[in-house]
C-alpha cells in the first residue's frame, strides 16, 4: 500500500535558487539531515533525466541506501524514482508566487517487506514526517542565504 507524505514551504528566492539548492549537490549537503549522504553513482554528480544517485543513511554498519533515478526534470522539478528498503518517487516542485517560491516536496513510498514496513510505522514514521518538516526549513535558510548572495 502506498504512502504519500506531502509538505510545502514559502521561500524567499526565485524559483531558479530554489532549484539549484535541491540539484546542486554541494548546497544539497547543507540541508540534508546530516546522517543522509546523497552521492552520484558514477564518476559525477547530476540532477539530469536518467541520472542515478544514492541516498545512503549513515547508521553504522548496516548503511541502508536508496538507489534513485531523476524520472522528471524540467526547470523548477525534480523527481528521483528510488529502490532500496522502500520504492517510490520523491518529487520537489518549485512554484514561483508573488514573493518567491513555493515549494512542494511530495515523497510516495512503499515498503514492500512487511518486517520493515511494520518498524517503519511503529519506529520511523512520526520521526519521517519531522525531519521533513526541518529539512524544508533548512532548504528555505539555505536558498534564502544564496539569493541575498551569501556563499
Not at 95 to 101: M, R, S
Amino acid at each position: 500500500m502506498s504512502q504519500v507524505f506531502e509538505q510545502s514551504i514559502q521561500i524567499n528566492a526565485t524559483a531558479t535558487v530554489v532549484d539549484r539548492c535541491i540539484t546542486d549537490l554541494t548546497l544539497m549537503h547543507r540541508w540534508l539531515n546530516p546522517v543522509l549522504r546523497c552521492e552520484p553513482i558514477g564518476e559525477t554528480w547530476s540532477s539530469d533525466n536518467g541520472s542515478k544517485s544514492k541516498f545512503v543513511i549513515q547508521i553504522p554498519i548496516i548503511k541502508p541506501t536508496l538507489n534513485s533515478t531523476v524520472v522528471e526534470r524540467q526547470p523548477g522539478l525534480v523527481v528521483w524514482e528510488f529502490d532500496g528498503f522502500f520504492t517510490g518517487r520523491d518529487r520537489w516542485e518549485c512554484q514561483p508566487v508573488e514573493k518567491g517560491t513555493r515549494l512542494v516536496n511530495r515523497f510516495e513510498f512503499e515498503i514492500p517487506n512487511p518486517i520493515i514496513s511494520w518498524g517503519f510505522k511503529t519506529f520511523a514514521e512520526p520521526w519521517t514526517k519531522k525531519d521533513m518538516q526541518e529539512q524544508l526549513q533548512r532548504l528555505k535558510r539555505v536558498a534564502q542565504e544564496v539569493q541575498q548572495g551569501f556563499r
